[in-house]
C-alpha cells in the first residue's frame, strides 16, 4: 500500500479517537495493514498496540464502514473484540468461511454464552463485547462511517498466529513511498 494512504488512515484514526476522548500513549506503537491485498478502503485495519506482554496484550483500532478484517483464526491467542464507538458487525464460522448457516456457535457475548449462525453477522453496538476462543474463524467490519475497537487478548503474536482463509493474505504490508511517513509502523 501506498505511504500516503497509511498517513491518512493514521490521521483519520488520530481524529476520531481524540473526537471520541480516546488519548494515546506516548509513541504509539502503530500497525497499519492491508493485509498485502492492496485494497486497503476494502480489507485494512488500523491498530495501536496498548500493551504487548508475553502474558496478554491490548490493542486499539479503528476502520471505517466495510471495511474488513478477513476471516482468520489464531491458534494460541484468546480474544475478546469490543465495540468503543461505533457499531461493529463480527462474523464466526464453525468450519469455513465460505459457509452460511447450517450450524450453531456457542460464542461468549458481553459475558454470557448465546448460540450464534454461523457465518451470520453479529451485531455489537459501543460498550459490547464477543470472546473469540482459539481456531474460532472470525471476521469483523464497522457498520457505522468509523468505529474504534477494542482487543484485550492473551499473549499477541502477528508474525505466527494469524491464519487466514485467503492464503494471498500477508499480515503486514508491503509500502511504496509516495510521500514522507507520518509515524514508523511496528513492520518497519
Ligand atoms: O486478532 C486480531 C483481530 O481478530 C488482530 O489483533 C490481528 O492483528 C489481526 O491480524
Known amino acids: 500500500m501506498k505511504r500516503s494512504e497509511i498517513n491518512y488512515a493514521v490521521r483519520s484514526a488520530i481524529n476520531f479517537f481524540e473526537r ?8 504509539p506503537a502503530w ?3 492491508d493485509f498485502g ?7 485494512g485495519l ?15 483500532m479503528y476502520a471505517w464502514r466495510d471495511q474488513t478484517t ?3 483464526y489464531h491458534k ?3 480474544e475478546d473484540i469490543i465495540c468503543r464507538v461505533g457499531e461493529l458487525a463480527v462474523t464466526l464460522w ?3 468461511p465460505d459457509t452460511v448457516g447450517g450450524q450453531v456457535i456457542n460464542v461468549k457475548i458481553n459475558g454470557e454464552y448465546r448460540a450464534v449462525s454461523n457465518g451470520e453477522p ?4 459501543a460498550g459490547e463485547r464477543i470472546t473469540i476462543t482459539p481456531l474460532l474463524w472470525h471476521a469483523f467490519y464497522p457498520v457505522s462511517a468509523e468505529c474504534i475497537i477494542g482487543e484485550v487478548s492473551t499473549a499477541n503474536d502477528d508474525e505466527n498466529d494469524n491464519f487466514f482463509w485467503d492464503t494471498e493474505i500477508g499480515r503486514f504490508p508491503e509500502i511504496i513511498e509516495d510521500e514522507p511517513p507520518l509515524v514508523k509502523l511496528l513492520s518497519e
Open 20 to 27: 471520541n476522548g480516546w488519548v494515546l500513549p506516548p509513541n
Open 31 to 33: 500497525d497499519v495493514t
Open 37 to 43: 491485498l492492496g485494497i486497503f478502503r476494502k480489507e
Open 46 to 60: 488500523v491498530l495501536v498496540n496498548l500493551a504487548a506482554e508475553s502474558e496478554y496484550c491490548e490493542k486499539l
Open 70 to 72: 478477513p476471516a482468520h
Open 76 to 78: 494460541q491467542k484468546k
Open 94 to 96: 464453525g468450519e469455513s
Open 122 to 125: 453479529i451485531l455489537l453496538k
